[in-house]
């Protein structure tokens, strides 16, 4: 089964910081990870994706995230914080089951980043 | 450009009542999800569906049932509500290995 830990519930910055938070996951196959995101009473929108082509994925509004295979990581940076980045973050991994070509969805509990002026 | 229609999208219910929730997403998409959200939990997958005719147990499938009418529509069924299925609820839609795409969600209470 996988899994993934998302470290901080709460991650508060001030605009113009660093944006930096952290995925790691457990896979027993290469894994494909995403990143969403959810404002207040909104669903899930997607911010990017890994699906084994390059390690450095971009993404909407500035986000980044590098997939670590020894680290078993993917952590989600943007360089400059703004204020409508205040929202909520999930990263998930894909699970493949067999015979299919669909993929179910893992999610980490969310980290809920603030930025303030 | 609707994606992932979701109705209703506030619902109270007392316990011991049932009701369905649906969806529907026009993307032509063959696999469809159900999930709950609940704080601090992230989203959990209840059920989903590879193909219309198919359905699966996901993580939390217990006092839930499901229904893939066609392609289109994804419904799911509370037979007899419970306090702890007070919840918001995603469904969300893909093809193939492309992205989960959401609506925005039902946000059930159950008294």
């Known amino acids: 089964a996988q899994s993934v830990t998302q470290l901080g519930s709460h991650v508060s910055v001030s605009e113009g910081a660093l944006v930096l938070l952290r995925c790691n996951y457990s896979?027993?196959?290469?894994?494909?990870l995403f990143w969403y995101v959810q404002y207040p009473n909104q669903g899930l929108q997607l911010l990017l994706k890994?699906?084994?082509?390059?390690?450095l994925v971009k993404g909407i509004n500035g986000f980044e995230a590098e997939f670590k295979k020894s680290e078993t990581s993917f952590h989600l940076t943007k360089p400059s914080a703004h204020m409508s980045d205040a929202a909520e973050y999930f990263c998930a991994v894909s699970d493949q089951w067999s015979g299919g070509s669909n993929y179910k969805l893992t999610f980490g509990k969310g980290t809920l980043l603030t930025v303030n002026p | 450009n609707a994606g992932v229609t979701q109705t209703p999208k506030f619902q109270v219910l007392k316990t011991g009542q049932s009701m369905t929730l649906q969806c529907a997403q026009d993307?032509?998409?063959?696999?469809m999800y159900w999930y709950r959200q609940d704080p601090g939990m992230g989203l959990r997958l209840i059920y989903y569906s590879a193909s219309e005719g198919t359905t699966d147990k996901g993580e939390v499938p217990n006092g839930y049932n499901v229904s893939r009418l066609n392609k289109r529509e994804f419904s799911l069924r509370l037979e007899s509500a419970a306090p702890s299925q007070t919840s918001v609820y995603f469904c969300?839609?893909?093809?193939?290995?492309?992205?989960?795409?959401f609506g925005d969600g039902t946000r059930l209470s159950i008294l």
């Open positions: 890994y699906t084994s082509a390059a390690t």
């Open positions: 896979s027993s196959v290469p894994p494909y």
């Open positions: 993307m032509n998409h063959n696999s």
């Open positions: 969300a839609s893909s093809a193939g290995n492309q992205p989960q795409h």
